[in-house]
């Protein structure tokens, strides 16, 4: 894949700790940006990494975001 790089905006889950009674639990999820090296694109999510290795091939920080969650996909462009 070419050197792209994505800030995506996706929904996500979170839990709630502790008992609560009905009236008292909250249903908002969380929203979340993340941003970086767009590693690959199945059909199923997107593959996006922190930071990549002086081998081209070689990646850290991978986060895997179902495509199901994704509100948006924006590339940027970064001065070299």
Known sequence: ???KKVIIK???SRQIHGWMLDAEVDDTCC????CGFLVKE?????????????????WNGINVIPKC???SVKEI???E
């Not at 929203?31 to 993340?34: A, G, N, Q, Y």
């Not at 199945?42 to 002086?54: F, K, P």
Request: hydrophobic letters at 35%.
């Open 1 to 3: 894949m070419e050197d």
């Open 10 to 12: 996706w929904i996500d």
């Open 31 to 34: 929203s979340i940006e993340s």
């Open 42 to 58: 199945t059909e199923d999510a997107y593959i996006v990494a922190l930071s990549r290795g002086s081998n081209p091939l070689q």
């Open 69 to 71: 969650c994704v509100v």
């Open 77 to 79: 462009k970064c001065d």
